[in-house]
Structures are given as structure tokens and as C-alpha cells.
Antibody, heavy 119, light 111 residues
Framework: EVQLVESGGGLVQPGGSLRLSCAAS????????MNWVRQAPGKGLEWVSY????????SYADSVKGRFTISRDNAKNSLYLQMNSLRDEDTAVYYC????????????WGQGTTVTVSS | QSVLTQPPSASGTPGQRVTISCSGS????????VYWYQQLPGTAPKLLIY???QRPSGVPDRFSGSKSGTSASLAISGLRSEDEADYYC????????????FGGGTKLTVL
């Protein structure tokens, strides 16, 4: 079964750091581009970051640029999001999602992990 | 304020046809494919339409997408109660250095 499972969410104080992980299974992870998408409470979706299969292309939303770092370990079938200098507005459910082969839609999503930034 | 503009809400009765619009610009919808996602309450989003009008396997043909210029639409025919969800359009944007952009989302209510 094709699956993505996020972990690493939790409560953190403003200015703190957190590292999210996404474990992939059921497909050849190393051949797919991946994404992080977040959703603040009661709000819409925000595309946070994107990374190609070999990490040659990486992009970030302006709202997280310079604070968040996306990375992957193809040997461990894992995607990561290092989040530093966290702000209240980073509070959200964070989803990892696979970019489909052949087009740029996100065809597989994890269940999400919740990040709460609060003092 | 989202780069792609959607109506915040839409509604219809069972069996009706409903359309949801998504308005963008030449740098996103005007020059890139449009994608639609469905998010049922309390769940992760699901890809509904890719490349403007293509349905992934398993998505009923009641769902259809179209694009014209800098706007796109999602149509749902034969509306069913289980279609009550939030719907998001998305596209890549050539003017931004980041990844793609989403619309603000449309909450569909089945009356």
C-alpha cells in the first residue's frame, strides 16, 4: 500500500525549532518529487516547500524562506522539514504529499502532523 | 489573500449540477495546468482533477474540470451528500520563486 506517515509535530515556543519527518512506503520514493503543505486552523491550504527526487531543485513559500529547510534521505525513504525561528502563524497541520509521476499534481498525502507555536 | 481566487462557499441540492470557479493570472492559470483537490471534513486533501480536466483513477466522472484563459472551473453533476467538502484549486506560478499556489478554498454545502 502506498503510504506517507508524518511525525515530529508538537508544541513549541515562539522562536523555537522543530523537525518534521515523513516516512514513505509502498512506492519507489527516490523517483518522486515531494512537497510539504500546511493548513492553519480553520484556514485553507498553503504550499510550503517542494523538492525534486534528487534534491537538485528546492523551493519555498515566501512565508517560510530562510527559516525552513526541506531535505530528503532516499536511502531511508524519508522526507524532512527543519523549522527554525517558529512564529505563532506557523501553527498548522503539516502534510507531506507526493508529486505524481507525469504531472505536477499531488496524488498521495499523509494524514498530517500538528505543529502548535505558543508560549 | 490567495493568489488564486475562489468563492468562499457554494451550495446545491442532491442531483443538481454545481460549478466552482478559480480565477488567476497569466503567470499561473494562464500559463500552467490547474489542479483541483477535495478535502472532506477532518481528512487530508485528495487529488480530484489534474492537468485542467483529467481525473485520476477512482474519481467519478461526475467531477469535471475546465480552463479558459486565466480562469478555471470545477463542475460537479448529480450532486450527492458525500460531495459536501472543501474544494481547492492549485497551479504553479511562473512569477514566484516558491512552489505552487492554492486558491482560498470553496466550502460546498449539499442542502
Amino acid at each position: 500500500e502506498v503510504q506517507l506517515v508524518e511525525s515530529g509535530g508538537g508544541l513549541v515556543q515562539p522562536g523555537g525549532s522543530l523537525r518534521l519527518s515523513c516516512a514513505a512506503s509502498g512506492f519507489t520514493f527516490s523517483t518522486y518529487s515531494m512537497n510539504w503543505v500546511r493548513q492553519a486552523p480553520g484556514k485553507g491550504l498553503e504550499w510550503v516547500s517542494y523538492i525534486t527526487s534528487g534534491s537538485s531543485t528546492i523551493s519555498y513559500a515566501d512565508s517560510v524562506k530562510g527559516r525552513f529547510t526541506i531535505s530528503r534521505d532516499n536511502a531511508k525513504n524519508s522526507l524532512y522539514l527543519q523549522m527554525n525561528s517558529l512564529r505563532d502563524e506557523d501553527t498548522a497541520v503539516y502534510y507531506c504529499a507526493r508529486t505524481a509521476a507525469g504531472h505536477y499534481g499531488m496524488d498521495v498525502w499523509g494524514q498530517g502532523t500538528t505543529v502548535t507555536v505558543s508560549s | 489573500q490567495s493568489v488564486l481566487t475562489q468563492p468562499p462557499s457554494a451550495s446545491g441540492t442532491p442531483g443538481q449540477r454545481v460549478t466552482i470557479s478559480c480565477s488567476g493570472s497569466s503567470s499561473n492559470i494562464g500559463s500552467n495546468y490547474v489542479y483541483w483537490y477535495q478535502q472532506l471534513p477532518g481528512t487530508a486533501p485528495k487529488l480530484l482533477i489534474y492537468r485542467n480536466n483529467q481525473r485520476p483513477s477512482g474519481v467519478p466522472d461526475r467531477f469535471s474540470g475546465s480552463k479558459s484563459g486565466t480562469s478555471a472551473s470545477l463542475a460537479i453533476s448529480g450532486l450527492r451528500s458525500e460531495d459536501e467538502a472543501d474544494y481547492y484549486c492549485a497551479a504553479w506560478d511562473d512569477s514566484l520563486s516558491g512552489p505552487g499556489v492554492f486558491g482560498g478554498g470553496t466550502k460546498l454545502t449539499v442542502l
